[in-house]
């Protein structure tokens, strides 16, 4: 497995993962404003899982030594939005549809993944600045909110999640924005400047920005 992940390495891989990733992102996006198929929201898990593989692919090496980091990430990403979804002590009150795919205790399965790969993708990108760790995890923070805030709308449109009232109340971004510095911290020390995971984040941003300019 190894071996074959550290063939994946040379300079074509790159090119070859953001190429696959962007075609389906905008193919989806084609289908869902020109061709009006909102049915393919259906398949955003499958996106989810299929773009962050192929960002994960040539970091299997770093992650397999250091995989506490992201598997907390991931844990505490699912298990917030669990708490939220059946609680309504983080985020407010509000429920997943099945778009999402498979679900444990109402809640999708690939929602931690998510927050996993933006949290990898916005940390990546502002390392290329070279800020100091404090403003780095930030900015990062920050770019993670207003993600969320680009992203509830499209998703309430498009019948991802709903709110109890309609609309996200502001406890929701004050929560992103604790648990999106807390995810920042936690990646410092194995995030790479190198990471795929950027390209993927300003694809999802791409993606979403025109989902909202259509709704």
Do not use: R
């Not at 049915?39 to 970091?59: Q, R, V």
């Not at 929602?111 to 949290?119: D, E, N």
């Not at 609309?167 to 807390?182: D, G, K, R």
Request: charged letters at 10%; hydrophobic letters at 55%; proline letters at 4%.
């Amino acid at each position: 497995m190894e071996l074959t992940l550290k063939k994946m390495k040379p300079y074509w891989y790159g090119p070859f993962a953001i190429g696959i990733i962007l075609i389906l992102h905008i193919v989806g996006l084609y289908e869902i404003l020109i061709g009006k198929n909102t049915d393919l929201m259906a398949s955003s898990s499958w996106i989810i899982l299929i773009s962050s593989a192929l960002c994960f692919a040539p970091e299997f090496k770093t992650i397999s030594k250091n995989w506490v980091p992201y598997l907390s990430v991931y844990l505490i990403g699912f298990c917030a939005e669990m708490i939220g979804v059946n609680t309504g002590y983080l985020f407010g009150e509000y429920t997943y549809s099945d778009s999402l795919g498979i679900k444990i205790l109402e809640t999708p399965l690939i929602i931690g993944i998510l927050w996993l790969s933006l949290s990898i993708g916005i940390q990546s990108f502002f390392k290329h600045f070279n800020l100091s760790k404090s403003a780095n995890i930030l900015l990062g923070s920050l770019f993670m909110l207003l993600f969320d805030a680009l992203l509830e709308p499209v998703a309430i449109a498009y019948n991802l999640w709903s709110w109890q009232e309609g609309t996200p109340p502001l406890f929701n971004y004050i929560c992103w924005f604790v648990l999106a510095f807390l995810m920042q911290w936690l990646l410092w020390n194995t995030t790479k400047k190198k990471s795929l995971f950027k390209y993927l984040f300003f694809i999802n941003l791409f993606f979403f920005v025109g989902l909202y300019l259509g709704i």
